[in-house]
């Protein structure tokens, strides 16, 4: 008895520890981050979290240098950034991170220059930094540009616009966006509005869903003492009231913060036990958290690993909208971001309509997981392929297709009348039969009648006994709809032009397998003529 109790005790302490681990206010980086003899400032986290910016007093003589790690799993062990990156004509502290982390952006007044400070880029080829570039004007201009910050599809920049500058300070700032045109060009910045722009505003960050933009001001009416932390939000195009990070702020200069794309933690340097700077992530209160964001990453190539030709397309489910369409990079390569709270549908479209296409759903309404692997192939279809509708669904409890069904079923039309040399077979599939003499849920919707001939004794008129056949008819209620699914299949898809005897249907139910569960399977398979 007494085991048993010291028993319950350590498991009501794990528990508690583990609770107060997953919602923990503030969490320190690893020890191959933080060291306790070395200072650490200015981190910058990459949108999907996976790689990291800092500077550290680790350099050549105890020196402020700029490292750089990155992490499958395990952070790996930072390393110094190339020379002709950290040198002694840079704003220390002004650089950032693409979304992936294969791309630097960092502050430097090293020639040519088109100014006084420019914000230059070098891209991360296996383990090496590619000499830097300008990024030129309309970005940079005769002032001080630096502190640039990317949304994840890399086609929104933030970056502050300042009067003086050095390595290790900025003043007289103005925050400013630009966009890139459709021919890969920034369009020409404009300054962010004045509620923002109070004077000396810097560091923008801004956040992995596109609207949330943190920036430091010491010319606030909320300030603290010296650099504050504020954020604003993008609604119908105007932003918001800055509102203080007082969760962080502090009486001295709060200022080179990160976020990753899942949006709870804020990553801040901090003292540590040892009164070293370390670098803590510190939780974000829920009225100031931005919305997270999934990375969907992968390839679009060819039953060969070959690259396809193809648009990866992104439609928000809810409001029915195209919130992205792009091609995926020269090598197939793509990475898009799913925003928290609603449902999406990522399809990838090739230019050759005798190709397959690709079609899944997320729903990210409850829980939003870090980041998916999505590798698509797309070919020319054979016999034996199979073809899966996920996509494809029927209004409750009935053979109707839902609307949102329509741009799938045009989508295999295509696929289907490229192909004629092939037949295609819809298979719609139950598992979750279920069947009752009477109407005991709105799902069974479908009547089964059998007769059976049986013999029964009588007594006729005369008091005789004899025997007679009786037909007894049963009627029962069920839920198999699958032909009548796979048939309204083939209808909508003979109305775009499929011809009839290139279909056949198949419908199957059986009970599930779990009490409970449900699952309806829809899928089309190629078959020779």
Request: glycine fraction near 6%; charge should be neutral.
């Amino acid at each position: 008895m007494a085991m048993r109790k010291i028993f319950c005790i350590l498991l009501l302490l794990l528990s508690s520890t583990i609770v107060s681990w997953a919602q923990a206010n503030t969490r320190r980086l690893p020890s191959i981050i933080n060291h306790p003899s070395l200072n650490l400032y200015a981190p910058y986290v990459s949108h999907d979290g996976n790689a990291l910016l800092f500077i550290s007093d680790d350099g050549e003589d105890r020196s402020l240098t700029v490292f750089y790690t990155s992490r499958e799993t395990d952070w790996a062990e930072p390393k110094v950034l190339p020379k002709n990156i950290n040198h002694r004509i840079v704003y220390l502290r002004g650089y950032a991170l693409s979304g992936d982390g294969k791309k630097l952006y960092f502050t430097s007044a090293k020639s040519p220059v088109v100014g006084g400070y420019d914000i230059m880029t070098s891209d991360l080829k296996g383990s090496t930094w590619s000499e830097p570039q300008n990024l030129s004007v309309p970005i940079n201009s005769k002032t001080n540009e630096g502190c640039p910050s990317l949304t994840p599809d890399g086609n929104t920049i933030y970056f502050m616009r300042c009067d003086r500058m050095d390595q290790n300070k900025a003043d007289g700032c103005k925050l400013f966006v630009s966009r890139k045109k459709a021919n890969g060009q920034w369009e020409e910045p404009s300054e962010l509005p004045s509620n923002i722009n109070t004077g000396n505003s810097q560091t923008p960050r801004i956040m992995a869903d596109g609207e949330t933009l943190i920036f430091s001001s010491d010319k606030m009416a909320t300030n603290k003492g010296g650099m504050d932390l504020y954020t604003t939000k993008l609604i119908n195009g105007n932003w918001s009231e800055p509102k203080p990070l007082d969760f962080v702020n502090t009486e001295k200069d709060d200022q080179f913060v990160s976020v990753s794309a899942l949006g709870r933690y804020l990553l801040k340097e901090a003292p540590g036990a040892r009164k070293t700077s370390e670098l803590v992530e510190f939780l974000i209160p829920a009225d100031l958290r931005p919305k997270g964001a999934m990375k969907v990453e992968g390839t679009v190539l060819d039953a060969d690993n070959a690259p396809v030709p193809s648009y990866v397309s992104i439609t928000d489910l809810q409001s029915n909208k195209r919130v992205y369409n792009g091609r995926p990079n020269a090598d197939g390569s793509y990475i898009v971001y799913l925003l928290e709270g609603t449902r999406y549908e990522i399809s990838v479209d090739p230019e050759q309509s005798n190709i397959t296409y690709f079609a899944k759903q997320y729903d990210l309404t409850e829980k939003t997981p870090q980041r998916e692997r999505l590798n698509v192939v797309l070919k020319e279809p054979v016999a034996g392929d199979e073809l899966l509708l996920d996509v494809v669904a029927f209004k409750p409890n009935s053979f109707i297709l839902e609307t949102s069904s329509e741009v799938e079923l045009k989508r295999l039309s295509r696929v289907m009348k490229a192909n004629a040399h092939l037949k295609f077979e819809i298979q719609v599939m139950l598992s979750g039969f279920k069947q009752d003499s009477v109407m005991s849920d709105p799902d069974l919707t479908e009547i089964a009648i059998d007769s059976l001939t049986t013999q029964i004794e009588a007594i006729d008129g005369l008091g005789q006994s004899l025997t007679r056949d009786t037909l007894v008819v049963t009627k029962s209620f069920h839920n198999d709809r699958t032909l009548k699914q796979a048939e309204a299949i083939r209808e909508y898809l003979v109305a775009q032009g499929v011809k009839k005897d290139q279909l056949t249907i198949f419908g199957n139910a059986i009970p599930a397998a779990l009490p409970g569960s449900r699952k309806l399977t829809i899928k089309v398979v190629a078959m020779p003529k």
